[in-house]
Structure formats: structure tokens, C-alpha cells
């Protein structure tokens, strides 16, 4: 009897177990909530749905990296969206943390929110991978994880993102036709890539080198890392022009305003440039565009981390959402820009132009975002 109480004991303690393991979303059908902004990635799209659960939440911001002007906007953009009126009475506790750029850092201080708690996650993955345990972890204590910019290779998480390989893609699609239309279909080409070891550098870099494959020109490539950041894009690209000479076309993951300043102080010649949003870069492209510099402006936006706070929430009070969420890619090219719409003259080079989304009922203002800091809140 007493051996047969012990079975039984180890039965339930087993089924338990196996209880936890499978605990987390689950997979249901769509359509998801609020479709017109949680957009699925495509008709693969799976959904997910958590237990609901009654707010307000306590919600945490976990960066890695936190050495550009993208990420501190960004955590300055979260500040201001977690006292925005349209989320604040949601959320009763609010957490920003910066690791840096160590893996084993950033998934301690995600398994140290875990247990204190926490009823969602937003983070920039420092890697791509090796997040299983903290998956796993979150799942057991039904907590919501949302990676977004920079995110996991994996479907087992709610993501948010934009599609960094079309990005890559349109950066490159772009160079070539303005080379094209001054004669030119081959050349010497230099990108500046991003922070090394993220999936974001890895996707674009892919995207742009992928179009100057298919493109058929023969492409000189010289390729300098950048980090994102326009100091050390600067740098990068004033040391590549001195060893190199002159470049046909410029491939900008970002820092792009340092990128166009280098090119100045050089006396380099005014080439087509693909770059992101930062108000700096469009202000060069507006007054040297007629010289020459027919770039283009693609935004990642730092407002991602806000569409992934809407996402967390919408999540833990139980709505069906898509695995991974797409966040269109905002645009704008040397003949499209005027000021005051899509760059501001009166607004400092480190702005990152984006940051407004009408579908998801999100619109923070550049003075909100600029009146936070980038200290984490503990």
C-alpha cells in the first residue's frame, strides 16, 4: 500500500511537472486582435494566447546594448510611452535595465525579473540565439516575453519587428538605380554594418549584398563596422576613404550622419547613400542632395519598443496575437523630404524621425521622448 501511495505520488508529481513544462501560450487560430496594428509577419503567421489576467502589470524593459543614439532613444521612447494616457493606468510597475552587450548578462537580469514577478519582458536580444532556458522559464511562470528589433530565431515568443532583409534589400535596390542612372552598373561599394553578432546586422547585410549579387554589375565591396552609432560611423568611414580612395556608393546600416560628415571632411564626392532616419542624415540629404547625395531613408524605428509594450499588454489580458508581429518599413527618399513632415531642421542630428503610429493609436511626441533620459530605472 504504501509502495502504491508512492506511485501515485510520483504520478502526480510527474504530471505536474509535465504541466509546467507545456505551460505559456497557447496556439490557436486568428485572426488576432487589433489586426490593423499587430500585422502578421505573413500567412504563415501562427497565433498565440495567454491566459488573461487582470491589470494593472508589471512590466519591464530589458536592453542590451546601450553605446548609439538609436538605443537611447529608444529606452527614452518606453519612459514616455509608459506615462502616455493611453497605457499608464495599465501598467503598475515600470523597469528599464541596459546589460551591454554580454549575453549571459541580459539573460540574468531577464530570469531576475522572472522571479521577481514580472508580468511581461520587452528586449533587444543580444544574440540571436540561447534564450531557450529563460523561453522556458517565462513559459513556466506564464510570463509574456516579447523580443522585438533585434530578435530570437525562434517562433516559440510573440516578436515585434520590421523585415530587416527587405530593409537590406531596399537599401541596396535603391543604390544601384541611382548608379544606374548616371551610367553606372558596377563600381566600388562600401557598407558600414551594425553592431556584430545581431540578427539585425546579420539580415540587412544579407539583403543588401544578396541585390548587388542579383544586380549582375561587378562590385568592388568594402565592408567596416559601424555600430549603428555615427561617431564610430565616422570614424570607420573616414579611415575606409584614406585607405581605399573613393567610393561609388555608400550602404548605411546606420550612424548615417556620421557617415555623410566623414564623406565631407574627406572631400569625398557626393554619392548615393542608403541610410536610416536620423533627423541628422536627412538634413545632409536635403542640402546636398542637387550635389549629388540621392540617398534614401529607411527607419527602424526606437518606437518599436513601444508597439511591443501595446503588444505585452494586449497579451496578458488574454486577446490572440501573432507569433511575430510586422511593423511596416517608413521611407523616404532625397526628392520626397520637406521639413517639418519627415525631418526637422529644428530638431537635434540624433533624432531618429519615426516614431508616430497611427494604427496602434501610439504618437509620442519628439519633446515627450527627448524630456526622459537613457538611466535605467530599477
Request: charged fraction near 20%.
Amino acid at each position: 500500500m504504501k509502495t502504491g501511495l508512492s506511485l501515485i505520488a510520483l504520478a502526480t508529481a510527474a504530471a505536474l511537472g509535465t504541466s509546467a513544462a507545456f505551460a505559456g501560450p497557447a496556439i490557436v487560430d486568428g485572426p488576432g486582435a487589433n489586426p490593423a496594428c499587430f500585422v502578421p509577419w505573413d500567412d504563415g503567421t501562427k497565433y498565440m494566447q495567454w491566459e488573461g489576467r487582470e491589470g494593472p502589470f508589471r512590466i519591464a524593459v530589458v536592453n542590451g546594448f546601450v553605446g548609439n543614439t538609436w538605443r537611447i532613444q529608444m529606452i527614452k521612447t518606453a519612459k514616455a510611452f509608459a506615462q502616455d494616457p493611453t497605457i499608464a493606468d495599465k501598467i503598475s510597475d515600470f523597469k528599464v535595465v541596459s546589460t551591454g552587450t554580454d549575453a549571459p548578462a541580459q539573460l540574468g537580469a531577464i530570469e531576475d525579473f522572472i522571479n521577481q514577478g514580472y508580468d511581461a519582458i520587452i528586449t533587444i536580444a543580444v544574440s540571436p540565439d540561447g534564450f531557450d532556458r529563460v523561453i522556458r522559464l517565462a513559459d513556466r511562470e506564464n510570463v509574456v516575453l516579447v523580443p522585438f528589433d533585434n530578435v530570437l530565431d525562434t517562433d516559440a515568443v510573440m516578436q515585434v519587428n520590421e523585415d530587416q532583409l527587405a530593409m537590406g534589400r531596399a537599401y541596396a535596390t535603391h543604390v544601384v538605380a541611382e548608379l544606374a542612372k548616371i551610367g553606372k552598373t558596377s563600381g566600388k561599394v562600401l557598407e558600414v554594418r551594425g553592431l556584430a553578432g545581431n540578427s539585425v546586422d546579420r539580415d540587412r547585410s544579407i539583403g543588401i549584398n544578396t541585390v548587388l549579387d542579383e544586380s549582375g554589375g561587378d562590385w568592388e565591396r568594402v565592408s567596416v563596422v559601424g555600430n549603428w552609432d555615427d561617431g564610430t560611423a565616422q570614424k570607420v568611414v573616414a579611415d575606409a576613404i584614406a585607405v581605399h580612395g573613393e567610393f561609388d556608393a555608400i550602404l548605411a546600416q546606420g550612424g548615417t550622419t556620421g557617415v555623410v560628415r566623414a564623406m565631407l571632411d574627406a572631400g569625398h564626392p557626393m554619392v548615393p547613400v542608403s541610410g536610416e532616419a536620423e533627423n541628422g542624415y536627412r538634413k545632409l540629404m536635403a542640402e546636398h542632395s542637387d550635389e549629388g547625395l540621392t540617398g534614401i531613408s529607411i527607419g527602424q524605428s526606437p518606437g518599436l519598443v513601444a508597439i511591443a509594450m501595446k503588444a505585452a499588454v494586449s497579451a496578458l489580458e488574454g486577446e490572440v496575437m501573432p507569433q511575430l508581429i510586422s511593423v511596416p518599413l517608413p521611407t523616404a527618399t532625397y526628392d520626397e523630404l520637406e521639413d517639418g513632415v519627415n525631418y526637422w531642421s529644428d530638431l537635434p542630428d540624433n533624432f531618429f524621425t519615426v516614431n508616430e503610429f497611427p494604427p496602434c493609436d501610439v504618437n509620442i511626441s519628439g519633446p515627450a521622448i527627448m524630456s526622459q533620459d537613457e538611466a535605467d530605472v530599477n
